[in-house]
């Protein structure tokens, strides 16, 4: 069993991974309103090595936004999939983002790649 410390590290790991292949798919104003929702620590993995310039990358599968995750991934070897990573960020976006930001993200993505992220079933209670 995984140490606390290491399950941390894993997890810190993934979300950036996860994190920053989205943010390289989509168009630069969306990708800049979505850094600017996240908490300001983790704002720092976002916008790491970022270069706008490239982006959006033209990834249109499933199978090519995973391998870009798998990639960054890589360092921390076989410890948690791609595929396992990028569903937990993208439940964790769900939970603590806007959900219109969601959706804007979600539709400006390939449909195969859209077909990963769940799409969220949660009621925006902070307006209430």
């Not at 969306?30 to 929702?37: C, E, M, R, T, Y």
């Not at 993208?90 to 859209?114: C, S, T, Y």
Request: glycine residues 6%; without cysteine.
């Amino acid at each position: 069993m995984m140490s606390p410390p290491r399950d941390r590290q894993v997890a810190w790991h993934a979300l950036g991974a996860v994190l920053r292949a989205v943010r390289d798919r989509v168009p630069i104003e969306l990708a800049a309103h979505l850094g600017a929702q996240l908490p300001l620590i983790v704002r720092g993995t976002f916008y790491d090595q970022w270069r706008p310039g490239e982006t959006p990358q033209k990834w249109r599968t499933a199978e090519e936004f995973l391998a870009v995750v798998a990639a960054q991934l890589n360092s921390l070897g076989p410890v948690v999939g791609a595929s396992d990573a990028a569903d937990a960020v993208f439940r964790v976006l769900n939970h603590h983002v806007d959900p219109g930001q969601i959706e804007k993200i979600r539709h400006a993505l390939p449909a195969e790649i859209r077909m990963l992220w769940p799409e969220n079933n949660q009621q925006d209670t902070r307006a209430a």
